[in-house]
Structure formats: structure tokens, C-alpha cells
């Protein structure tokens, strides 16, 4: 139970009409949610409209209604509040519903296109490690401590994550790490919250369905930076031709971290191979588990983000070396008889899809074969595919272009985008099966002894999202079944 007023700190209201100072019990954004003696704040969203829903909202007993225009016809005993922004709203209204519990535990968030996921999850395993209680804000779960709960998206709704952080504030939790995404950031679901830290990993072409153009992404991630306090950190990619764009206005404390370029935090690659990599870093030299140039700055951001937050220099270290890679990015499997080697990754960027294959490219010896499966998703940028196919074609020795999330859309018509992108001296190597069990079942089957399979796009997601329906696919599972037979 919370006082009206008292939850509406930091908003900025046009008009009221009503009593600010009855006494409400929960918050909801979903009329469907609200009860009675609820506030109902009217989000305009790119699918339905909340104004379109306060009627709903009333008739189930909403005690409050906060939107961005008042409605014509209002019920004596609810209060109107009208905002400039509901989604800015929302967000304060949550962190003060829940007591601001981001700043009860130090929050550091995660933002760039490649690396979010890998970097956010294994801080939580460092700290973890380390003995502190820790949480975790990211695409693939929500942890409060030991505890797991299912992640709805990269950055889920302020409502969602003021809700885990203060789980986190009662359970004891003193590091809390979240991936943050474009669509978040723009969208004010971080709004109200009290970072830290921030990191910035690296930025390419993504998510241009939503943002107009690559300008417009690029300045909503660096809001981000924009609007860190003066006791915060910001951590940036250096080598990121965008990696300076970000501290351009932030009024926290500059660090860099870089491979090639002069930084705080600088890292030599020694070896790279399958099962890892032998980086210096800062004079130290250490071993990953980690595969890939790409994990070579993930390790970098996790070693100088600890050291930011207090962590003792070997103990970062040695604890690096014990981390395994998280679930879904580069993770393989090796056949037993054949020694064919899958790799399952996330990749559905083309930056991202280009350094997973040139990773491989970098470490085998090229007498064995490179068979990509890959794809596009539906109802989202179009403008990425011809791109993917043009890499995955250019960087492979063959590719079978599948389904990958086909939403709405028709699955044939997204490959024949992707295949848009392959050159004619390339077109040969390249074949398309739609269903993607059967794309992988043909990987395995083209594969011979020691040749290399990489499976791309869906890491570790454990669906195809079709018509509405998310259905059960698992890509390690079925590869690892797959390969089985073929050892049998």
C-alpha cells in the first residue's frame, strides 16, 4: 500500500484532477491486471495504444489513471494525473513504488550490439565466484542470488525491473549486472534507475527496423552514457570506431579498454585456439576458456569492470580463467567418431555472424570444411539480410540457408532476402531447406571427419516462433542428437 503522491516523485504532470493523496495498491500498464483500489498507467505502444484501455481500467476499479491525455468523460473518486511521458512515468512511478531499490546494490549496465549477454552473465559468475551475492538482468534469465526466473526480453518493462531489483534488495544482493538495450533506453525502461557503472561493447548494424537509421541507434545507446551520474564509471570499447561517441557528454568517471589502440585497460591476444584463449592483459598473462577475438574484449570488459568495482588484480584473474562460456554463445560439441565439431552461437547481427566465422576461419587449419546454418527473423530488420548471406556465403566453404523465428512472415521469402546477398562466385556453396531440423540434419550429413559445423542465430533460445506459437527447437540438442546417429 503506497500513497499516491508519494509514488509520483520525479514525474512531470500537466494536470491533475483528483486526489493525489489516497492510498493505492498495486501499479499496472495492462488493464487486464488492474483490480481494484490499482493505478493504471496508458502507455502508447507500436502495437495498441494504452488511452484506448482506461474505460477497462475504471470498470475494474483503477483508483488512478496517469496518461498522456485525459479522457473526455472522468469518474468522480478516480484521479487523472496527465504526464508529458507515461513510459517516463512508469518508470519513476516504479522505482518509487518499490522503494528505489537500485540504489540499495550497485547497478552496472551492459549496452552495445555483440557482447551484452556474455559480459552481463559472467560478472554475475566472477562476483559469484568472488562470494558476494549477485543478480543478473539478461536476455537469457533473471538471477536474484542462486535463484533463476525466466527473462521476457533483453530489457524488460521498468515495472519488471524495479520488481526483481527490490527481490534482490531483500534476498541481500550487493552487485547487480543488466544488459541494456537500444529499445529500453529509448523507451525509459531504465529511467529512474541508479547505475553504478556502465559498459559499452561495441556497436554495428542491428535493430534498424525500430530506429530509423544507424545514427538514431547509435545516439540512443549513447543516452545511456549521457545520463550516468558523476560517481558512476563508463567503460568503453575504444577500438569501436562509436566507442569514443559515448563518452562524449557523460559526466562519469572515462575509462577505455582496447586491443589495438592505446587504453586503460589493454590485452594482447598469444594464442587462440578451440579450447580458448592465452591473452597478457595489463603484464598478466591468462588463460580462457573463452574462444574468439570477440571473447578477447568480452574478458578485457569483465577484468576492468571488476577492478572498477574493487576486486583484488588476481583474484580477477583467476577467476577469469575458471569461467565458462555462456550458454548459446560459441558453444560446441565435438562427435565422437567423426570428430566433427558444432558450434551453436547466437549470431544474428552481421557483425556478430562475421566474427564468429572469422574466429573459426582464424583457428582451423582449412583442410576441413566450414558448413554454416543460418537465417533471418521475421518482422524485423529487413535491411540485415542480404548482408548475412553475403557473409556467411564469402566466410564458409558451404551454407544452408533456414528458418530462423519466421514470426508472421513467410520463411521462403526470408531466405530468398538473405540469398539476395550472395555473390555468383559464391552461389554454388550455398543451398536452401527451409525447415531448420532438416537444415541441420543436412549440415551433418555434408559434414565429414574433423569438418566444422556452425549453427547461427538462435544461441540459446529454445523455440521457433511461428504464426504467434512458440514452439519447441532446441539447436544443441538436435545437433548433439544428430551427430550421435551419424557416430552410430
Not at 495504444?49 to 468523460?73: R, S, W
Not at 544507424?214 to 558512476?232: M, N
Not at 527451409?434 to 538462435?458: E, F, P, V, W, Y
Amino acid at each position: 500500500m503506497k500513497v499516491l503522491k508519494d509514488i509520483l516523485y520525479k514525474v512531470n504532470m500537466n494536470t491533475v484532477a483528483g486526489d493525489t493523496g489516497v492510498t493505492i495498491n498495486e501499479l499496472h500498464f495492462d488493464s487486464r491486471k488492474v483490480k481494484l483500489n490499482d493505478v493504471f498507467v496508458a502507455i502508447r505502444g507500436s502495437v495498441s495504444d494504452g488511452h484506448e484501455f482506461i474505460k477497462k481500467a475504471e470498470n475494474q476499479g483503477a483508483l488512478a489513471i496517469v496518461c498522456e491525455e485525459m479522457p473526455e468523460e472522468r469518474i468522480n473518486g478516480i484521479t487523472y494525473i496527465e504526464v508529458e511521458d507515461s513510459k517516463k512515468a512508469l518508470a519513476y512511478m516504479a522505482a518509487n513504488y518499490y522503494d528505489n531499490p537500485s540504489g540499495n546494490l550497485k547497478l552496472v549496465g551492459v549496452t552495445g550490439t555483440n557482447g551484452k549477454t556474455t559480459i552481463a552473465t559472467l560478472l554475475y559468475n566472477l562476483f559469484q565466484k568472488a562470494g558476494f551475492k549477485v543478480g543478473l538482468l539478461s536476455t537469457v534469465k533473471v538471477m536474484v542470488g542462486d535463484e533463476e526466473f525466466e527473462a521476457i526480453r533483453t530489457t524488460p518493462d521498468s515495472l519488471t525491473i524495479n520488481y526483481y531489483l527490490k527481490k534482490m534488495n531483500d534476498a541481500g544482493v550487493e552487485f547487480c549486472f543488466m544488459e541494456v538495450s537500444s529499445h529500453g533506453i529509448d523507451q525509459h525502461r531504465t529511467t529512474g534507475l541508479r547505475f553504478v557503472g556502465g559498459i559499452f561493447t561495441n556497436l554495428s548494424h542491428d535493430h534498424l527496423d525500430y530506429h530509423k537509421d544507424f545514427a538514431e541507434y547509435r545516439d540512443v545507446k549513447k543516452r545511456f552514457f549521457d545520463e550516468l551520474p558523476a560517481a558512476a564509471f563508463a567503460l568503453t570499447n575504444i577500438d569501436d570506431k562509436n566507442g569514443a561517441v559515448m563518452l562524449q557528454n557523460t559526466r562519469a568517471k572515462k575509462y577505455t579498454y582496447a586491443l589495438k589502440s592505446y587504453a586503460d585497460y589493454k590485452a594482447q591476444i598469444l594464442e587462440n585456439q578451440f579450447t580458448g584463449l592465452l591473452l597478457k592483459v595489463d603484464d598478466q598473462e591468462i588463460w580462457s576458456k573463452l574462444i574468439g577475438n570477440f571473447n578477447a574484449y568480452n574478458v578485457l570488459a569483465i577484468y576492468a569492470t571488476a577492478q572498477l568495482l574493487g576486486l583484488e588484480t588476481l583474484e580477477i584473474l583467476q577467476i577469469i580463467s575458471e569461467l565458462n562460456s555462456v550458454n548459446g554463445r560459441f558453444q560446441y560439441t565435438i562427435s565422437e567418431k567423426e570428430k566433427i565439431t558444432a558450434i551453436v552461437d547466437y549470431a544474428h547481427t552481421p557483425d556478430a555472424l562475421k566474427n564468429v566465422l572469422e574466429t573459426i576461419n582464424s583457428i582451423r587449419t582449412k583442410n576441413e570444411e566450414l558448413i554454416t546454418v543460418v537465417g533471418c527473423g521475421g518482422d524485423r530488420d529487413k535491411t540485415k539480410r542480404p548482408k548475412m548471406g553475403h557473409i556467411a556465403s564469402a566466410l564458409s566453404t558451404k551454407v544452408v540457408f533456414t528458418s530462423d523465428n519466421p514470426r508472421t512472415e513467410d520463411p521462403e521469402q526470408i531466405i530468398k532476402d538473405v540469398e539476395a546477398g550472395v555473390e555468383p562466385q559464391n552461389f554454388k556453396k550455398t543451398m536452401s531447406v527451409t525447415n531448420r531440423k532438416d537444415a541441420i540434419k543436412a549440415a551433418c550429413q555434408l559434414a565429414g571427419k574433423n569438418d566444422i559445423i556452425l549453427i547461427a542465430g538462435k544461441g540459446h533460445e529454445t523455440y521457433q516462433e511461428v504464426n504467434g506459437k512458440k514452439l519447441d527447437f532446441d539447436d544443441f540438442k538436435i545437433v548433439n542428437e544428430l551427430l550421435k546417429q551419424l557416430d552410430k
